[in-house]
Nanobody, 120 residues
């Protein structure tokens, strides 16, 4: 399994941008599909985006967020643009061997999370 460490969260005004990073270590990074999930207070963890060779997005972020990966740096990124207050959540990076999936239970490695807060 890989170990994951997220960074890049913070406080931003609505309409602003943030880029999250997730550094992986411990196994062959290119063998893993990588996902971003988020969890707002009182809500279930939800899918945001995933990538192995192709990228997949939740409808709520399509056209605003961009997931990418750099296998040489064993890092996955989430570029978040046109942020809205409803994007406020703890964002988690996750990894699984095989193809990208949208359900949290399909992933077996998780980072500690990074807080994103969007003010109106």
């Amino acid at each position: 399994q890989v170990q994951l460490v997220e960074s890049g969260g913070g406080l931003v005004q609505a309409g602003g941008s943030l880029r999250l990073s997730c550094a992986a270590s411990g196994d062959t990074f290119s063998n893993y599909a990588m996902g971003w999930f988020r969890q707002a207070p009182g809500k279930e963890r939800e899918f945001v985006a995933a990538i192995k060779w192709s990228a997949y997005y939740a409808d709520s972020v399509k056209g605003r967020f961009d997931i990418s990966r750099d296998n040489a740096k064993t890092t996955v990124y989430l570029q978040m643009n046109s942020l809205k207050p409803e994007d406020t959540a703890v964002y988690y990076c996750a990894a699984r061997k095989g193809g990208p999936m949208t359900k949290p239970k399909e992933y077996n490695s998780w980072g500690q999370g990074t807080q994103v807060a969007v003010s109106s």
